[in-house]
């Protein structure tokens, strides 16, 4: 048996050994990872880390520390692929038995005593429980290490492949701590390796994933966070569907991570869903309009081309509660006043403009079609007052109708609601258009 120079001779059978008590860790977490980390897994993940390489006893370069860097991607719930790039900066050169010469002899050649190495790899992960916060895997690989200099066989390059265990720890729903273990046969010179890491690792975009676990012994049918008890009784939820209300978030999260409403997906009712406020726009779900500038969020975004965090930039916004006779679109004279109002503002800004929406409540046998119908007439009859009556040019002024669509407030089903009876008049100012520009409206989501 061959011996190497450090002592070494005993490094496979450590390694053995370190790996059979990871395997035995790894089984034992695996049995017992019992909390949910998060609903929530992204698609893409990056790793960095640092460790050490352990080169068998015969081969020309010591052991020697090593930083490595991983891109993933997640297939699925349980499988990734993964690229690795490794670097190990000073490797020292060993001494080997020679036969031929009955001595000892360097490893590198002789100019140089010391070298570094590159590694590439590719490879796949699978995860038996990526929901929770304890995640083991096991991995399998294969890859390349370019050595800077040339050792005493003649190489530059070694081949393998390997397998190993791994486990991560999530800390939080885009953060988690890495341990990572694995084998290497370097089937070029028949060699055996090993690689042992710690690093972290980064998730930065995720969605909901549904699983279905049971946790401590309590049933959680659709893996929420949230026993079925729980959901039946008390927050009246869908025991069978992690996100009640579709709005990309899952009930757990809504109710004890954000505050919002697991059942209506637009908590504040100003038409963006709480994942859009949250994920998209960074706006807050639980205020209508998030800069208490005067206009909401939604407005902000999809019409005015305003940013809904600051509130300098709003629009001027004033609201009237013209009373129209049924199905009517005719503006009565106790309302001349309010109207005349809008005129005189525009009218001292001769370069401001106006946009007029037209808003109505909704029973429940309102109709869609009509409600909207009604709604843009009674746009057009303030826009042909402001014109008439107010002086006002007609290139300045917009009228668009939403029909019951943007409700400020929830509607009886029986008596409606009046506050949603409204007349909405947006006015970009002169010196709003110098300073920001016309912007153009968001393109309206898919509904």
């Not at 009955?102 to 050649?109: A, I, S």
């Not at 038996?128 to 399998?140: G, H, W």
């Not at 939820?237 to 209506?264: A, K």
């Not at 107010?390 to 089903?413: C, H, M, T, W």
């Amino acid at each position: 048996m061959q011996q190497d120079y450090d002592g070494s001779s005993g490094t496979v059978r450590w390694g053995r050994h370190c790996l059979l008590g990871l395997a035995l860790l790894f089984c034992g977490l695996t049995a017992g990872a019992t909390m949910p980390a998060s609903s929530l897994a992204p698609e893409w993940n990056f790793s960095g880390g640092l460790g050490v390489h352990f080169f068998e006893g015969d081969q020309e370069t010591k052991h020697g520390l090593l930083g490595s860097a991983q891109a993933a991607y997640d297939l699925d719930p349980n499988w990734t692929l993964e690229g690795t790039v490794s670097l190990l900066p000073y490797l020292r050169a060993n001494r080997i038995w020679s036969d031929s010469r009955g001595d000892y002899r360097p490893g590198l050649h002789e100019w140089t005593d010391s070298t570094w190495a590159l590694g590439l790899a590719v490879g796949g992960r699978y995860h038996f429980t990526r929901q929770y916060r304890l995640d083991p895997y096991i991995s399998m690989s294969a890859g390349t290490m370019f050595y800077r200099h040339e050792r005493d066989d003649g190489k530059f390059r070694d081949w393998s492949v390997g397998t190993g265990l791994g486990m991560f720890y999530h800390v939080s729903d885009e953060f988690a701590l890495r341990l990572d273990a694995r084998g290497m046969r370097v089937f070029n010179i028949g060699q055996a390796n090993a690689q042992v890491t710690l690093g972290v690792s980064w998730r930065p975009g995720y969605r909901p994933t549904h699983t279905f676990q049971v946790m401590g012994g309590v049933l959680d049918s659709d893996g929420d966070g949230l026993s079925d008890w729980e959901e039946i009784h008390i927050y009246f939820t869908d025991p069978h569907d992690p996100d009640t209300d579709g709005d990309g978030l899952s009930d757990f999260d809504e109710l004890h991570r954000y505050g919002t409403d697991p059942l209506n997906p637009d908590t504040d009712g100003d038409g963006l869903t709480d994942y859009e406020e949250i994920y998209v726009y960074g706006t807050d779900p639980l205020k209508r309009d998030t800069d208490g500038g005067g206009v909401d969020d939604w407005h902000e975004i999809m019409v005015d081309g305003t940013d809904p965090l600051d509130p300098a930039d709003d629009l001027k916004m004033h609201t009237l509660y013209l009373q129209f006779d049924f199905d009517q679109a005719i503006i009565k004279p106790e309302f001349h006043e309010s109207l005349d109002v809008i005129a005189l503002t525009l009218r001292r800004d001769p370069e401001a403009l106006a946009r007029i929406e037209g808003h109505a409540d909704q029973l429940a046998s309102s109709d869609a079609a009509y409600n909207q119908e009604l709604s843009e007439r009674r746009a057009r009859a303030v826009r042909q007052y402001l014109v008439e009556r107010g002086g006002i040019s007609p290139e300045r002024l917009e009228a668009v109708g939403y029909g019951f669509q943007r409700p400020k407030e929830p509607n009886d089903p029986v008596e409606g609601n009046p506050i949603n009876r409204r007349v909405e008049i947006y006015i970009r100012s002169g010196d709003h258009i110098e300073q920001h520009g016309i912007q153009p409206a968001a393109q309206p989501r898919q509904e």
